[in-house]
């Protein structure tokens, strides 16, 4: 399972902090143990679709139960306390993938 | 990089319509050189951060100029022309995946 989530940072955020939020983000895979990988980016397309959004998390899990189980972690929770109000824009969505046959 | 669409269909297609589409997009693995993977998705997520958007369709390429080659590509144009119509809202982000040592 993929949990996807695009952010646009507020304005007045400094590199620092989205580097520390970026980190403490990350960091939740050592502590939350359904949470078995973390990948993030900014954006760089050249479509102009991306509805103002410059990040993307994407974290993967094995089941819809650990994402579940990972919202409700503490240490998720501690997080998301610190990273919501820094943020202008959120999505999230979470998927399994599905690779089709040619 | 990874090329991440998400999209919501508009309420009138059929799941067969979905369906088409959604094998023609896996298509351009096989027509477009620089288009390396293809993955999709509906949302599950349990958070109601999802903004409205139902599924994702994630591409992996070697390069920025790969995506780009791949945007304009005769095979792309013309599916995006028969795929566009039919989302009633999209979103488009391209981003290098990175990983944050621990």
């Not at 399972?1 to 895979?29: Q, W």
């Not at 679709?49 to 993967?60: K, M, P």
């Given at each position: 399972?993929?949990?996807?989530?695009?952010?646009?940072?507020?304005?007045?955020?400094?590199?620092?902090?989205?580097?520390?939020?970026?980190?403490?983000?990350?960091?939740?895979?050592s502590l939350v143990e359904p949470m078995k990988g973390f990948q993030w980016g900014t954006d760089v397309s050249i479509e102009n679709?991306?509805?103002?959004?410059?990040?993307?998390?994407?974290?993967?899990?094995?089941?819809?139960e650990g994402i579940a189980e990972y919202v409700a972690h503490p240490a998720h929770v501690e997080f998301a306390n610190k990273f919501l109000p820094w943020l202008e824009k959120v999505l999230v969505v979470d998927y399994k993938p599905n690779i089709v046959e040619q």
């Open positions: 399972m993929k949990h996807v989530l695009l952010a646009r940072f507020k304005e007045d955020i400094t590199p620092e902090k989205t580097e520390e939020l970026i980190k403490g983000y990350a960091g939740l895979v679709l991306h509805q103002g959004f410059t990040h993307i998390f994407v974290s993967t899990f094995e089941s819809t």
